[in-house]
């Protein structure tokens, strides 16, 4: 059975006072509750450590918005995979349709750094979906499978086990339009079909496929009432705990 996750995503938000805050108020709004999914918080790369250390992190697990594409050396700034599993953080973000646009990550980039996440245990959460214009002129398909195909079908069936993907409808982010619960369900329903073409029918009906983009306390329990829909990648609803709690209980 695939998993059910519901992944913050900070983004560049919260200072390291405030984003422990928000960590630990997550950590004792969960504590002896019984939640239908896994719960993991993207931080800024400065938390990491810390929240990592604040919380527990066998509830709630921490992940990285972005990890270097070089193992180590001289790249002034970066900030490896090896470091971030160093911190205690299991996942990373990988792909966000932000780094991708304002910070051109390739998909030849891309596919470095899943090669370096997965050999560092990181779980990278790998993001995906199509601007306005490309889904207007009927691509988005064709775009959301590119980008699938480009940065990850090269992965072994073993490794590709280990991804979890987030389509993310680039119109829907940070906008307040919420993909349709049929339109998440259909572009979820192809890319789990595109996976089991490639790879095996197993390997598609276990990786878990979150849906991300303006995700809320109103509508989280229609997108994930989907059968293709595991879950979601939430940017601002996860920046307090009473908008966040609300998603998570959703399943
Ligand atoms: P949003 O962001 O929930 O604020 O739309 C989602 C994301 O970018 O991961």
């Known amino acids: 059975m695939r998993k059910k996750i519901v992944a913050g995503n900070w983004k560049m938000n919260k200072n390291l006072q405030e984003g422990l805050t928000l960590a630990q108020e997550l950590d004792a709004a969960l504590k002896g509750k019984q939640v239908n999914c896994e719960v993991v ?10 929240v990592a250390n604040a919380i527990d992190t066998e509830k709630i697990g921490v992940a990285a918005q972005n990890c270097a594409d070089k193992a180590s050396g001289a790249y002034t700034g970066e900030v490896s995979a090896e470091m971030v599993a160093s911190t205690g953080a299991k996942y990373v973000i990988l792909g966000h349709s932000e780094r991708r646009a304002y910070y051109h990550e390739t998909v030849g980039i891309l596919k470095e750094k899943v090669l370096l996440a997965l050999e560092n245990n990181l779980t990278p959460i790998f993001c995906i979906g199509e601007v306005l214009e490309e889904r207007e002129a009927n691509r988005h398909f064709d775009v959301v499978k590119s980008q699938i195909t480009s940065s990850l079908f090269d992965l072994s069936k073993e490794d590709f086990s280990k991804i979890v993907l987030a389509y993310e409808p680039v119109w829907a982010i940070g906008t307040g339009k919420t ?10 329903a192809f890319i789990r079909k595109t996976l089991a073409e490639k790879y095996e029918e197993e390997v598609a009906e276990n990786t878990s496929i979150l849906y991300g983009g303006s995700c809320n306390a109103s509508n989280a329990k229609e997108l994930f009432s989907n059968p293709d829909v595991d879950g979601g990648l939430i940017g601002g609803a996860s920046l307090g705990v009473d908008k966040f709690m609300p998603i998570i209980e959703a399943f």
């Open 41 to 50: 918080i993207g931080t800024p790369f400065i938390h990491l450590a810390s």
């Open 179 to 188: 993909a349709t619960a049929a339109q998440a369900q259909e572009m979820h």
